[in-house]
């Protein structure tokens, strides 16, 4: 926790929230790879099922911004936080907004339009 009061103190106000989150983020992701392995990293264990192998750097889009995490590969199996969904990379507000733009009937060539206006 200290370290990440320090490392909020040296961010930019604006990245402050951005870096909590995938701080938070990354923390759960561990957790969840932690209890999945049955041992935290180098620790040994009887419940270990198999071991991390390098990690997979997947970007995650948030309101908050992009999120660079890490998720654990494993030798043997395969492992994927519950937090994040597979194959996708927007944010659920993003994902509603297309949905209600879809259920209203706007064309393409509104959106088109409006693009062009800005």
Do not use: C, W
């Not at 402050?16 to 049955?38: K, P």
């Not at 030798?75 to 259920?103: H, K, Q, S």
């Amino acid at each position: 926790m200290v370290d990440l009061l320090a490392q909020l103190k040296l961010t930019e106000v604006t990245d402050r929230i951005r870096v909590a989150t995938e701080t938070l983020y990354q923390e759960l992701i561990d957790a969840e790879a932690t209890a999945f392995i049955g041992a935290s990293p180098f620790e040994r264990s009887e419940e270990r099922i198999t071991h991390r192998n390098g990690t997979r750097p997947p970007v995650l889009t948030t309101t908050a911004g992009e999120l660079d995490l890490k998720i654990p590969k494993l030798r043997a199996g395969t492992f994927f936080p519950a937090l994040l969904e597979r194959r996708r990379r927007t944010d659920l507000a993003l994902f509603a907004v297309v949905m209600e733009a879809y259920l209203h009937g706007v064309s393409t060539r509104k959106v088109d339009d409006l693009v062009k206006a800005l």
